[in-house]
């Protein structure tokens, strides 16, 4: 069980690749950190320098308050799982993971006690004499985790580590490690650019963009509370609706106004509102916030385009200025193309944003 910090970290690739920029983060003991962010955001970079794999430009990285930014991997104390599995084709299962406890010096009988305990765990006591080849995709995963864990490392890290499994397995196994992770307590840094599954695994998320990190907490807090535009839109399916808006004041009511709609503010979101001090706003609004009503609550009317059947729900989509809004509603009635859907906002949810900066008002 171990911390691990970074401290002021940076990746230069040659000149022009800023991979990784003036990253700061600590990651509490036995904590499940996820990292999440768009393709090319860094993420890799970030655990491959603290798995030692690729040198730092600038910035210290901290085990257990130990300075390891110039250690070499294996002294690091650090197992990582990577998207391909890497597991090693001309060994067994039990090879697999015996490997690295031999190197470790354990003695025959501990070697087999704690590759019996990591099977077990990880549901591949059966396949112990096969050979990678041999298993599946799924299997071929299990033995990689079960070998990472069997070692005992500081920390954990898991580079998209299910991204190459069907739809299915992935939501299986995401249950498994979070399970696995709790009985082992491994402080973990798990990496994805799926938000669903940093939602459901993550103790906290880490949202990064460009190499930078935008918003750190749980997943209440980057759902509830998104720094800004880019958070908002990145977490949650279907995505934020974002409107462009105007706040208009009159006889000392906040009126939030677009062409489809005319609302009157709550006085306490008026009130930081009117700080705001400009005109035009963004609000962001989850599909949940939309609401069907009856046509005499309807803050407005519109053309359904599109409907989406989910089972549990349908997702319904409307024309909207130049942009198309999404919001989810009851599985009956059942909404279909062309019918008029009254919609209201569910106003304490809305989320305000500077169109300027795109940060949270
Ligand atoms: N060895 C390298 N040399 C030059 N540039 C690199 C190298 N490795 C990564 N990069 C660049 O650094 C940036 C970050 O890459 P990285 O692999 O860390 O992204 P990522 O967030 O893991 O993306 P993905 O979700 O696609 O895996 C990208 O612009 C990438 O092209
Ligand atoms: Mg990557």
């Not at 307590?185 to 190499?211: C, K, P």
């Not at 006889?251 to 005109?279: C, M, W």
């Not at 349908?314 to 009956?332: C, G, H």
Request: net charge negative.
């Amino acid at each position: 069980m171990a911390t691990l910090k970074l401290i002021n970290v940076t990746k230069q690739f040659g000149k022009k690749v800023l991979a990784v920029n003036d990253l700061s983060l600590e990651v509490h003991d036995g904590e499940f950190l996820v990292l999440l962010g768009p393709s090319g955001c860094g993420k890799t970079t970030a655990m491959r320098m603290v798995a030692g794999l690729e040198e730092v430009t600038e910035g210290a990285i901290l085990i257990d308050d130990v300075d390891v930014t110039d250690l070499p991997p294996r002294k690091r104390n650090i197992s990582m799982i990577f998207q391909n599995y890497a597991v090693w084709p001309h060994m067994t299962v039990f090879e697999n993971i015996a490997y690295a406890l031999r190197l470790k010096k354990m003695d025959k009988q501990t070697i087999e006690k704690t590759v019996n305990e990591v099977v077990d765990m990880t549901k591949i006591g059966e396949l112990l004499e096969r050979y990678p080849s041999q298993l599946s995709g799924g299997q071929q995963q299990r033995v990689a985790v079960a070998r990472a864990i069997a070692v005992k490392p500081k920390v954990f890290l898991m580079d998209e580590p299910l991204s190459n499994l069907d739809a299915k397995l992935r939501g299986t196994m995401r249950t498994e490690l979070k399970a696995i992770h709790n009985r082992t307590e491994a402080t973990t840094v798990f990496v994805t650019h799926d938000q669903s599954e940093a939602m459901s695994m993550a103790d906290r998320i880490v949202i990064m963009r460009d190499g930078e990190i935008v918003q750190i907490g749980s997943t209440d807090d980057v759902y509830d509370r998104s720094t800004n535009i880019f958070v908002a839109g990145f977490i949650g399916t279907p995505p934020t609706n974002f409107i462009d808006a105007e706040l208009i004041s009159e006889n000392g009511d906040l009126h939030l106004t677009n062409p489809h709609f005319d609302l009157v503010i709550d006085q306490e979101k008026a009130s930081a509102l009117k700080e705001y001090g400009k005109r035009k706003v963004v609000i962001g609004v989850r599909p949940e916030d939309v609401l069907l009503v009856d046509e005499a609550q309807a803050l407005f009317s519109e053309s359904c385009l599109v409907s989406e059947p989910q089972g549990s729900h349908q997702v319904v989509a409307i024309e909207f200025d130049d942009s198309i809004l999404k919001f989810v509603a009851p599985s009956q009635p059942k909404v279909e193309a062309g019918d008029t859907v009254n919609m209201a906002f569910n106003t304490e949810q809305l989320h305000f944003f500077d169109p300027d900066t795109e940060g949270r008002i």
